[in-house]
């Protein structure tokens, strides 16, 4: 689309980083890039949404990575126990990747400046880009060594707690029949 942004690394344009919204704080972000603490402005703050169907099954690996410890785990528990008070180590995998879904889309939403961007559907249209389809492409066989496990959004919601699992339902209809 003629601009370049990184995956959690710093390019001329941007960044796209789940990483740095649990340091945002009064427009700024602060947290690691290019191995230092840099504090960065953004002039415009998007949420970048994947399918709960597709994102879950890839959350449950990162969370279970050397048995939950491990630095994405320990990020996330700390960021959603201190704006939410739920303790994701205290549930088990689907429930905790669950609840990491719905919780971290839920601080993206709150400090973007426009609606989610659905990765598999985007409308960009309040960019003033017209675009079919983002390239995705999921790294977890190539982090983990296999692919995620398949779930289907009945499995998802049966090991998610109550208080997520309606949001899981909603979020994936709005995506066309999944798998």
Known sequence: MGVQVGHETLKADGLVSWWH?????NGFFKGMLDDKVQTLKAEKILHYM?????????????????????????????????????DIAEMGPVGA?????????????????????????????ALGVAINKLPV??????????????LQIDDIARGAPTSVAQQIFDIAHTYPRQR
């Open 21 to 25: 919204a649990g340091f945002h704080q």
């Open 50 to 86: 994947r399918n709960p169907i597709q994102a879950i099954p890839s959350i449950i690996l990162e969370n279970e990575a050397s048995q939950r410890n491990n630095i994405s785990f320990k990020h996330r528990r700390g960021t959603i126990k201190k704006y939410f008070g739920v």
């Open 97 to 125: 990747a669950a609840s990491s879904y719905i919780y971290w889309n839920r601080i993206c939403q709150d400090i973007a400046m426009s609606p989610p961007i659905y990765i598999e559907i985007p409308d960009l249209s």
């Open 137 to 150: 492409r999921n790294t977890s066989h190539e982090k983990f060594g296999h692919a995620p496990a398949e």
